[in-house]
């Protein structure tokens, strides 16, 4: 699908200090559009949509949060480790709201396999599919999330 003008203004959003300091494009040459079109492919392949892997994605982080900050282990097959910073972070994509940075870190104990992703992620991927550009500091593999996530 083509690029709209509404696609570049809220790519102008993502890039390393419009938002964030890194941006969340990464190191992605792609056009917006071409990101989104290629992980909603990778997400349709693996049989899910991006509103399931988001409510996973929150679960885990509502589990975690009763660590109050402290690792805690989750149905024997995570350790999640939920943190705040200070600050918020509003939608590239120009939804009403802030989104805490708050981090949560997932570990899976039997595959060793670790992701880390902020409130603003699961945002992301639940309202946009967006899992941000390649080599973006909080980029989010489909297909490897879904599989951290116990969904594949």
Same mark, same amino acid.
């Not at 102008?12 to 792609?30: E, K, N, S, V, Y």
């Not at 509502?62 to 402290?70: H, I, M, N, P, S």
């Not at 480790?81 to 918020?88: E, L, M, S, Y």
């Not at 899976?108 to 080599?135: K, M």
């Given at each position: 699908? /083509? ?24 190191? +992605?040459?792609? /056009?917006?559009? *071409?990101?989104?079109?290629? +992980? *909603?492919?990778? &997400? ?14 929150? *679960?885990?982080? *509502? ?10 282990? &989750?149905? +024997? ?23 805490? /940075? ?22 992301? &991927? ?27």
């Amino acid at each position: 699908m /083509k690029q709209s003008r509404t696609d570049d203004i809220i790519e102008a959003r993502m890039r390393p200090g419009a938002i964030t300091r890194d941006g969340l494009l990464g190191a +992605d040459r792609r /056009k917006l559009r *071409d990101i989104l079109d290629a +992980d *909603d492919a990778a &997400v349709r392949r693996l049989g899910l949509s991006h509103a399931a892997i988001a409510a996973r994605m929150r *679960d885990l982080r *509502d589990a975690g949060a009763r660590g109050l900050g402290e690792p805690i282990r &989750v149905d +024997d097959t995570y350790e999640i480790r939920v943190d705040a910073v200070r600050g918020r972070l509003p939608c590239p994509f120009g939804h009403p709201g802030l989104f805490d /940075k708050e981090f949560t870190d997932v570990l899976h104990v039997r595959s060793g396999e670790r992701i880390t992703f902020s409130r603003l992620n699961i945002h992301l &991927v639940e309202a946009h599919g967006f899992y941000e550009g390649l080599g973006a500091p909080f980029r989010q593999d489909p297909e490897r999330l879904a599989r951290v996530l116990g969904l594949i």
